[in-house]
T-cell receptor, first 116, second 115 residues
């Protein structure tokens, strides 16, 4: 158990809908990262938040957005869903902003999203 | 354009033997490399890491080697055990000057250790 929790575990929805994925980082961790793993892709970085502020952006679609709340949990909002958005979405957390040193990212169990 | 490549989708080894998983990268700005292990229905689990200023890091049965000139790293597992059967991801982090920490992952290598 990494200490990172994600809800829900599974999500089935229809095209055009909007969903929210939730992540709680490990106790004391200030950074939250979101990654997407599609069937034929490795883990793709989407976005990073550090202590409530956006820190880095990766291949995140405009239909997707995220935020980190004062209690440090994070939500990833996916809207106008398409079939191709079906994937595993992982959240990870680290103690600091991710720079230098040996700052390890710890991953949650993921949310499996299926868009029909 | 894939910056981190794991060219072997799968690897099968006998229990007790050495497993060698390989990873190549293209971006010389990467300053930190990590290996994660992933079991089905679970998130990736951190295994071992290496800074770009080192060429070897060892932790129990796991050793990671880094060859910067060849832009290549490898993970050695000795001796391999059936419980090591999982998908192994190589990941790299680029030094953006201290403000970002996102990882770039390879597509993974599925290791099967046969009893």
């Amino acid at each position: 158990d990494s200490g990172v929790t994600q809800t829900p575990k599974h999500l089935i929805t229809a095209t055009g809908q909007r969903v929210t994925l939730r992540c709680s980082p490990r106790s004391g961790d200030l950074s939250v990262y979101w990654y997407q793993q599609s069937l034929d892709q490795g883990l793709q970085f989407l976005i990073q938040y550090y202590n409530g502020e956006e820190r880095a952006k990766g291949n995140i679609l405009e239909r997707f957005s995220a935020q980190q709340f004062p209690d440090l949990h994070s939500e990833l909002n996916l809207s106008s869903l398409e079939l191709g958005d079906s994937a595993l979405y992982f959240c990870a957390s680290s103690a600091g902003p991710g720079r230098g040193g040996q700052e390890t990212q710890y991953f949650g169990p993921g949310t499996r999203l299926l868009v029909l | 354009d894939q910056q981190v490549k794991q060219n072997s989708p799968s690897l099968s080894v006998q229990e007790g033997r050495i497993s060698i998983l390989n990873c190549d990268y293209t971006n010389s700005m990467f300053d930190y490399f990590l290996w994660y292990k992933k079991y089905p229905a679970e998130g990736p689990t951190f295994l071992i890491s290496i800074s770009s200023i080192k060429d070897k890091n060892e932790d129990g049965r796991f050793t990671v080697f880094l060859n910067k000139s060849a832009k290549h790293l490898s993970l050695h597992i000795v001796p391999s055990q059936p419980g090591d059967s999982a998908v192994y991801f190589c990941a790299a982090r680029r030094d953006y000057g201290g403000s970002q920490g996102n990882l770039i992952f390879g597509k993974g290598t599925k290791l099967s250790v046969k009893p």
